[in-house]
């Protein structure tokens, strides 16, 4: 079992392990006392995952009701949002009950929203059951629905009171998902960690805990640097810029981790023929992609991504802080003007 202690805003623990979700109980009762839960969960974690969680708590003693949405992005909009918190209200949370988010980035972003402003705020747990969430999403304390204008567009900083990650929930994941959240183990080792880029470059992914604690103790460095994303931070946003606009230009049918995974190709690849980076880091990125079943490359038109970006990024001026890789293990930030954006597309 790995124990990362996270020192932001809040000081709260992520604990990672395997089996460990029928510790759940106990762990609540210590911090909440004989209390009651509304438990958030997605109509695929439901059938899988929920009795353990529910159970746990029972038997410490936790009163449960239990919040099941369709499972997917498309839930992750106001209207479920108001779902979920009017269904706080009618079980009759207090401020000394807490939500848990059982499940994948979409329920713990809904499920720290609502418990942000249920009551002003109460306590909240995560519990990942994805890859993506359990490296990504549940540490750092963003929260956030999706607006009909844009992705993530209504949301609050909004820490949770622990997380806790049982490694055995990642086994029913569906191997695209799991691929997803490569992506990001990738985008990690790239970023800050040569080490971990090695370890999981070749695919053959062994210790899922020991790598999972290690992207966490990342994100929770630059989290704790730079909790409300001002600077530092946006370094985990390598490969994102692309990335998103890959995303859209699909209408969405190329997932995030996979537009992720691209998206960090072009940035390097974009980096190295612009002379920002001596080091150019293209191929080892592109192994480790195909390695881990991610793509390297799409087919949209350099014009078509660059227009996507640009548009983006009129809302935040006329520059953009660009994540560079100066060799695997270590990026920075670079200062460009948006139309850069077109230079940078031309390198896909
Ligand atoms: N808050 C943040 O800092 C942050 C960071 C990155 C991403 N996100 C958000 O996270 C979301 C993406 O997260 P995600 O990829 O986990 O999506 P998700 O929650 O939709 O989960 C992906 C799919 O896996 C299924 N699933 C979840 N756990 C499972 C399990 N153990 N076994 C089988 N199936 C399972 C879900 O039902 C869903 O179909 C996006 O909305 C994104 O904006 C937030
Ligand atoms: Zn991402």
Redesign the pocket.
Known sequence: MEIIRVNASKEYDVVIGKGILPSLGEKCVSLFGKSKAVIVT????KA??LDAAKQSLTLFGIETAVFVFE???D??NTSVLFQLVEFMAENKLTKTDFALAL???????MT?LAASLYLRGIPFVQI??????AV?????????V?LPSG??LM?AFYQPEFVLCDTD??????EN?FA??MA?VIKYGVIFDKDLFDKVSGGNINDIEKIIARCVELKRDVVCEDEFDKGSRQLLNFGHTMAHSIEKCSNFKI???SAVAIGMVIAARASAKLGWSNDDCTQAIINANINNRLPAECEFSPSELADIALSDKKRTGDTINFVVPETIGRCVLKKIPVEELYRIAECK
């Open positions: 997605d109509s695929n974690v899988l995952w499972a997917g992005e839930s992750k499940g994948g980035g979409v329920t713990g972003d720290g990942p059951t994805t890859l993506l969430a990504d999403s549940s540490v750092g304390g963003k929260t956030a999706n992705k993530n949301g929930t990642l086994s029913t994941l569906p998902e997803n959240g990001e997932e995030h981790g």
